[in-house]
């Protein structure tokens, strides 16, 4: 039965990634919302996230943003034309603003949802 288990926390936690590409190939808005419901739901269902749902909300969502965060990182790339290096700068800054903007807001949402959660000691993941 454990097996099973951690089968489906398995998929659960790549189909947000596979959505997020697909949206990010597609230009989809709906696959990438769908994408962070996925993650959230495997954020607040999967056991190894119980009461840490803040640190892995922040892992899974930085996997699962990526694709669209580069998406988006080359289409700034390919807008702007004056310079290289400029348009290089810009395409690298968009793409570290949007991934902090993206890991505060949802960890906002996720600690607005989920109050109790236990302190975090990162020596224990290593």
Do not use: D
């Amino acid at each position: 039965m454990k097996h099973i288990s951690n089968l489906i926390n398995i998929i659960i936690l790549f189909t947000p990634c596979i959505l997020m590409s697909v949206a990010a190939a597609k230009k989809s808005v709906v696959w990438g919302v769908i994408s962070i419901i996925f993650v959230f739901l495997f954020v607040f269902l999967a056991r190894i996230a119980k009461k840490k749902e803040n640190f892995w909300m922040f892992v899974i969502s930085t996997i699962t943003l990526l694709p669209a965060n580069i998406k988006i990182a080359v289409l700034a790339y390919s807008y702007i034309s004056e310079s290289k290096i400029l348009s290089v700068s810009v395409a690298i800054l968009l793409f570290f603003l949007l991934a902090g903007t993206e890991q505060i807001l949802l960890g906002f949402i996720t600690r607005a949802i989920k109050r109790n959660q236990s302190e975090i000691e990162i020596e224990e993941y290593f």
